[in-house]
């Protein structure tokens, strides 16, 4: 007897689970990186509005930044920033958790703008720039494939 459907049960099986599984190693069900926020940078919120002057404090992690300050940033994996275009800004690397890291700030080509520093294990390291469709994004050169980065947005 002929099926009217060419689709088994095993088949449906298999693709179901074939699809559950690209979703969970895409990150799609606990934000990628196991906290289950959804956005697999680590934090809940962002971008994060830093008014102009303002200097943006982090610290170096193995593979990532953290959040130093000001507070809305403060214990943020690779805080995303909204910052005016137009405006200076000073991002400093205050505080080194291991490993020998700098610090640039990238345009959408992965070419610098603004620095980058000297590869060191001694924070101190600061850049100044002024934020314009030329800066995409704040970036340790020798971890950026990893993913020690934070995007920067414009208002």
């Known amino acids: 007897?002929?099926?009217?459907?060419?689709?088994?049960?095993?088949?449906?099986?298999?693709?179901?689970?074939a699809a559950a599984t690209t979703a969970l190693l895409a990150g799609c069900s606990s934000g990628g990186n196991g906290n289950g926020n959804g956005n697999g940078n680590g934090d809940s919120e962002g971008p994060f509005t830093i008014e102009s002057?303002?200097?943006?404090?982090l610290k170096s992690l193995a593979q990532s930044w953290e959040g130093v300050a000001p507070s809305q940033i403060e214990g943020v994996e690779n805080p995303d920033l909204s910052l005016t275009e137009g405006e200076t800004y000073t991002i400093e690397w205050v505080e080194n958790e291991t490993g020998t890291h700098n610090l640039a700030v990238y345009?959408?080509?992965?070419?610098?703008?603004?620095?980058?520093?000297?590869e060191t294990s001694e924070a101190g390291a600061s850049v100044e720039f002024e934020a314009s469709s030329d800066t995409?994004?704040?970036?340790?050169?020798?971890?950026?494939?990893?993913?020690?980065?934070?995007?920067?947005?414009?208002?």
Do not use: F, Q, W
């Not at 007897?1 to 689970?17: C, E, F, I, Q, W």
């Not at 020798?142 to 995007?151: D, E």
């Open 107 to 118: 345009d959408d080509s992965e070419s610098a703008v603004a620095g980058p520093t000297e």
């Open 53 to 57: 002057g303002t200097t943006i404090e």
């Open 1 to 17: 007897m002929a099926r009217d459907n060419p689709v088994s049960r095993r088949t449906a099986l298999k693709v179901t689970g």
């Open 136 to 155: 995409v994004e704040y970036v340790c050169e020798p971890h950026y494939s990893v993913g020690m980065t934070g995007n920067i947005e414009l208002e």
